[in-house]
T-cell receptor, first 114, second 113 residues
Framework: DAGVIQSPRHEVTEMGQEVTLRCKPI?????LFWYRQTMMRGLELLIY????????DSGMPEDRFSAKMPNASFSTLKIQPSEPRDSAVYFC????????????FGNGTRLTVT | AQSVTQLDSQVPVFEEAPVELRCNYS??????LFWYVQYPNQGLQLLLK??????LVESINGFEAEFNKSQTSFHLRKPSVHISDTAEYFC???????????FGQGTELSVKP
């Protein structure tokens, strides 16, 4: 199994530009999570999906952030417009829909907004 | 709502010394508890988990954690650390009513020769 695949690994963009982060979960997993990691705030849960349906997006910082999961094998996190304070590492993780199942993380996308 | 507190942000130890990384949680309902490890420039990997049953759980690389319900703790221990254990360790909690996995702030374990 290839694990959770995130792209790109690194993204550098200018303030005001649109940024799209991509995630391919592990085949067969039906829960998908987006986290953001910064030194100041640690790991924050932004949103998670069960069976492609968003369940809790209370962690999404503001309307500039949006996430979609059009099918079981693909999800996107979009920031429009981006701001310097969005600079962070964004992780996607997937798991089975079972509270005891562990999350499997991708290697993250390091976003730098200048 | 649940929360997780990792009491130490950094723990420096010498190789072959024992180590304990502390984790306390808060929840009004039953929880599932996890420890994850993060090596530089990588995502998090599951180290061990407590779901039910025996309160002492072990990982394949010598770490163990004990669930203590009365003290709401889930401390991680290893009797003898290696240089390769240098990483950041995250405690996480998930309650039995929803899928949210909430992480602590992390503890940076630094093993020195």
């Amino acid at each position: 199994d290839a694990g959770v695949i995130q792209s790109p690994r690194h993204e550098v963009t200018e303030m005001g530009q649109e940024v799209t982060l991509r995630c391919k979960p592990i085949s067969g997993h039906n829960s998908l999570f987006w986290y953001r990691q910064t030194m100041m705030r640690g790991l924050e849960l932004l949103i998670y999906f069960n069976n492609n349906v968003p369940i809790d997006d209370s962690g999404m910082p503001e309307d500039r952030f949006s996430a979609k999961m059009p099918n079981a094998s693909f999800s996107t996190l979009k920031i429009q417009p981006s701001e310097p304070r969005d600079s962070a590492v964004y992780f996607c993780a997937s798991s089975l829909y079972d509270l005891g199942s562990p999350l499997h993380f991708g290697n993250g996308t390091r976003l730098t907004v200048t | 709502a649940q929360s997780v507190t990792q009491l130490d942000s950094q723990v420096p130890v010498f190789e072959e010394a024992p180590v304990e990384l502390r984790c306390n949680y808060s929840s009004s309902v039953s929880v599932y508890l996890f420890w994850y490890v993060q090596y530089p420039n990588q995502g998090l990997q599951l180290l061990l988990k407590y779901l039910s049953g025996s309160t002492l759980v072990e990982s394949i690389n010598g770490f163990e954690a004990e669930f203590n319900k009365s003290q709401t703790s889930f401390h991680l221990r290893k009797p003898s650390v290696h240089i390769s254990d240098t990483a950041e360790y995250f405690c996480a909690v998930r309650n039995n009513q929803g899928g949210k996995l909430i992480f602590g702030q992390g503890t940076e374990l630094s093993v020195k020769p």
